[in-house]
């Protein structure tokens, strides 16, 4: 988990909180969203994810209209909560290719099209 926050700090030009909470995000929408077990192989070779997860939700981050909507209205959730943790919208596209590029590391590219493949939409930022 350390070296995802790493990479994505570094990518987009933001602290290691900032990030750490941006992951835990989209961690955590991709566990809500996704009813595929692929997720939770990702999950498992992530350690420190379900923290992660955990902090991103109790810092605000989790429930709102995005846990209620799904397909792109729960991306548009998961973009407001992101830009209210300090990602600009901007950076989304970029946070997006660092998640998913580590997570293809992780579980390798066929893991990942069923992850990507589970939620509507979300291929757009793989």
């Known amino acids: 988990m350390d070296e995802l926050v790493a990479r994505v700090s570094a990518a987009l030009g933001v602290d290691a909180q900032v990030a750490r909470t941006a992951v835990g995000l989209v961690l955590g929408f991709l566990q809500k969203e996704s009813h595929d077990?692929?997720?939770?192989?990702?999950?498992?070779?992530?350690?420190?994810?379900?923290?992660?997860?955990?902090?991103?939700?109790?810092?605000?981050?989790?429930?709102?209209?995005?846990?209620?909507?799904?397909?792109?209205?729960?991306?548009?959730?998961?973009?407001?909560?992101l830009n209210g943790a300090g990602i600009d919208m901007s950076q989304i596209p970029k946070l997006g290719h660092?998640?998913?590029?580590?997570?293809?590391?992780?579980?390798?590219?066929?893991?990942?099209?069923?992850?990507?493949?589970?939620?509507?939409?979300?291929?757009?930022f793989v």
């Open 37 to 81: 077990g692929a997720v939770s192989e990702l999950l498992a070779q992530l350690p420190g994810a379900p923290e992660a997860i955990q902090s991103a939700e109790s810092a605000g981050g989790g429930g709102g209209l995005g846990g209620l909507m799904g397909g792109m209205g729960g991306l548009m959730g998961l973009a407001a909560k």
């Open 98 to 124: 660092e998640i998913f590029g580590y997570a293809e590391e992780k579980v390798g590219p066929e893991k990942l099209r069923e992850i990507v493949d589970s939620i509507p939409g979300i291929a757009q």
